[in-house]
């Protein structure tokens, strides 16, 4: 990834904006963190907020007239919060109020016509930049005489003054600033910034100064047109801000004008949800104020605006504790390293791909695209972890293998006016369904029907491995053109969506649909119970997929529910991006998470999905589970079968398949099936959770048999033995228990190699 290119990613995400309150205050004071303070009670914390930000904090946290209040969030929910009553109750009632250090002096000086607020807020922030300032004014209190005494008293006026003085800035009495006094300052003073409501650019006949920097034509000079009548007062002090700003930039002989899009205030791109929000008033602001109780219930009322759409809906997003934008950053780290560690590989690997979060976020911030552009540069440069998603390409590999590929022409026919393709999945999981389909299918449609049996290549695109996946979308191309490119009945969403990716040219239909055109042929079981339909991801955007599905259903009267998140906004199951390979234990939170928010049973169209939720624990119908049901079972109680049975499901309906339909023999099975092996509870856990399948361990023992070595343990006379058909190194515990039979007590696996040891 380019700097380039993070920074356009960066963009997308809107975390880091501003809330409303503080892009619309003019002195741009964090309310949010200011009011999760002062909720809290740390009222003290919340006053060093304010002190952060304000200029003279004990006169502005009292006069302040709350400008954010009509830009707040919660002003379309009950009532904007009542930040200048909390901010002058913070002023009364904190007990430590910060020291303020100025810099160190930077030997250059600076004259403030005028002492209002302008003028004095122009003379604190460049006081603590470290310039030193001088103030002609004609008396000091001419600013307090402009203010509603009502909010504040002399004592602490007085008080804010000679925390001004205590900072460097001499003021000097009985001046009069106007053209003259203007002219000696700038001979004397290397800068001057003229107060407009003592001394305005119309007074001083200068040309309007620049409304951005309030530069004028004289050099050095920095002043303003006569602010309008009722100006805010933190509006006024904000006139001094910049003009203390522009000074500074300046003396440092810096662009005066570079950056500050965002110093008035302004539109915050920051998005928060409040679809959820229960309208509450503000507390009644008491003649005195806010008491301690007051202030923290009104403080309580923010709601502390923030997007994390995408996280607060995405359980891998949550698991790595960040958002969007810090991922970006990781993950271009991550690509920078010429050596070490690459920590973000795991994040990189753990996205499902699924895209939920273009569609939650504001700004269509895509996690998907991110991470499988990093993806494949890990790839390409040799940095992918080996065991991310090793397995997934080995099942793909093997799904593509002689013993589970079938591409004919429907039985009795010389051409294929259609092609069913079934993925890889769902033979695995459910075999029968599969024959049953391809029947229906032969049956209800003309011109001929072949059959397409293998794996459509997702594990290939979802691991960034480019190269691969043309290879793997080459032999589709050439097993579709074999068939005379007939139209393709995808089973499964996600097959359909790769195949489109692999076979641009092929017309590519959903099984649903044709189901859908078929439905009065279909003889359903209707379900015990309503569940709810589980859209896959991959279905997202087909819209005419998402349709068919539910008016099949709906013809076939079975009723389902919609869950809160379905179609579009749809969640993923754990499976898609290779997730359940690269993060078991997230794909499973991932699972539960999905099946926690259904409140019965579900019915879904993917076979991942029906197996995933039905692994966590919840009954999970596939449609195919009720238009095709299992004879003499309750349809969602069909067992998730493992990783060795999912590969045997795939052996044998090819083997079924070619002898009941093609009347064709098999290619004989290997020789390592002829040994037999049981196992204990412990190994089956073992094996299920390593992805160590019954063939690894078939494997593991010819090669012992036939180089005879192996340990013994001499207390329980169990046998232990090692082998390394791959880049996988397998161990097997067991004992004998016939002539060739095995009882495996335990297994394991890893990937370093034993020196000397069998390969």
């Not at 791109?269 to 008491?286: C, G, H, M």
């Not at 594990?459 to 074999?482: C, H, M, V, Y």
């Amino acid at each position: 990834m380019e700097q380039g290119s993070l920074h356009e990613w960066e963009a997308k995400c809107i975390q880091e904006e501003p809330p409303r309150c503080k892009a619309a205050c003019p002195l741009h004071v964090d309310g949010r963190e200011f009011c999760k303070l002062l909720a809290a009670g740390q009222t003290d914390k919340a006053w060093a907020v304010l002190c952060r930000t304000l200029p003279f904090p004990a006169i502005t946290a009292r006069i302040c007239d709350a400008p954010c209040k009509k830009a707040c969030l919660r002003e379309e929910v009950g009532g904007g919060i009542e930040m200048g009553s909390l901010e002058r109750f913070c002023a009364e009632n904190a007990k430590r109020t910060p020291p303020f250090r100025p810099l160190p002096a930077r030997g250059k000086t600076v004259a403030v016509l005028g002492g209002f607020l302008p003028g004095l807020a122009a003379a604190w922030d460049l006081a603590k930049k470290g310039f030193t300032v001088t103030v002609f004014l004609n008396n000091i209190y001419e600013a307090f005489e402009t203010l509603p005494q009502k909010s504040l008293s002399i004592d602490i006026f007085k008080k804010e003054i000679e925390v001004i003085k205590k900072m460097g800035v001499t003021f000097i009495e009985n001046s009069k600033p106007d053209e003259k006094l203007t002219e000696e300052c700038l001979q004397n003073f290397d800068a001057v910034f003229s107060d407009p409501l003592s001394c305005c650019a119309e007074k001083l006949k200068i040309k309007v100064p620049s409304v951005t920097t309030l530069e004028t034509e004289k050099n050095g000079l920095f002043a303003a047109s006569m602010p309008v009548n009722g100006t805010s007062p933190v509006a006024l002090i904000a006139i001094g801000r910049k003009g203390a700003l522009s000074i500074e930039r300046f003396m440092q002989n810096a662009s005066l004008s570079a950056g500050r899009e965002r110093e008035e205030p302004f539109e915050t791109r920051l998005y928060t949800n409040i679809s959820k929000v229960e309208p509450l008033a503000p507390v009644t602001i008491p003649e005195a104020g806010y008491t301690t109780e007051s202030a923290h219930e009104e403080a309580s009322r923010c709601l502390l605006c923030e997007c994390m759409e995408c996280v607060k809906n995405c359980a891998y997003l949550e698991n790595f504790k960040g958002y969007p934008k810090v991922f970006a950053r990781q993950i271009y780290n991550n690509a920078s390293i010429v050596m070490g560690t690459r920590r973000a590989n795991n994040l990189i690997n753990s996205c499902m791909l699924c895209d939920l979060c273009t569609e939650i976020c504001p700004e269509n911030f895509s996690m998907k695209n991110l991470c499988i552009e990093a993806r494949q540069d890990l790839v390409e440069k040799g940095h992918m972890p080996p065991s991310a998603h090793e397995f997934a390409l080995r099942d793909m590999e093997f799904a593509d293998s002689e013993v589970c590929t079938i591409n004919k022409h429907q039985a009795g026919f010389e051409q294929s006016e259609w092609a069913f393709f079934p993925g890889c999945q769902l033979p695995a999981s459910d075999p029968n369904a599969v024959k049953k389909v391809y029947d229906f299918l032969c049956n209800s449609l003309t011109g001929g029907t072949g059959l397409m049996l293998r794996c459509c290549a997702a594990p290939a695109d979802w691991s960034g491995r480019i190269e691969l996946f043309n290879k793997k979308a080459t032999d589709l191309q050439t097993d579709w053109e074999s068939l005379g490119k007939p139209k393709l009945i995808a089973a499964c969403p996600s097959c359909q969506e790769t195949l489109h990716k692999a076979i641009p040219e092929a017309e590519i239909t959903s099984l649903w649909s044709v189901l859908f055109q078929h439905r009065k042929k279909l003889s359903p079981v209707i379900p015990d119970t309503i569940p709810a339909l589980q859209d896959p991801c991959t279905a997202r955007h087909n819209d005419k997929l998402l349709t068919d599905v539910r008016v099949l259903l709906s013809d076939l009267d079975i009723e389902f529910t919609e869950p809160e998140l379905s179609g579009l906004h749809t969640e993923c199951c754990g499976f898609g991006g290779l997730l359940s390979n690269a993060n078991e234990p997230l794909s499973k939170t991932v699972a539960e998470r999905r099946a926690s928010k259904l409140a019965g049973d579900g019915i879904t169209y993917c076979a991942m999905c029906r197996d995933l939720l039905a692994k966590s624990g919840k009954r999970c119908l596939h449609i195919l589970d009720v238009i095709f049901p299992p004879e003499n079972l309750d349809p969602a109680a069909r067992t998730v079968p493992q990783y060795s049975e999912r590969r045997e499901n795939r052996v044998r309906l090819k083997e079924q398949m070619l002898d009941v339909i093609w009347k064709t023999p098999s290619a004989p099975r290997p020789g390592y099936e002829s040994i037999a092996v049981s196992f204990t509870e412990k190994a089956k856990k073992l094996m299920e959770e390593r992805r160590i399948l019954i063939s690894d361990i078939q494997k593991t023992i010819t090669a012992v048999q036939k180089s005879g070595q192996e340990l013994e343990n001499i207390e329980t006379g169990h046998k232990l033995v090692y082998y390394r058909p791959v880049t996988v190194t397998y161990w097997v515990e067991f004992e004998k228990t016939g002539e060739n039979s095995y009882l495996i007590h335990k297994v394991w696996s890893h990937r370093m190699r034993i020196l000397g040891g069998r390969k």
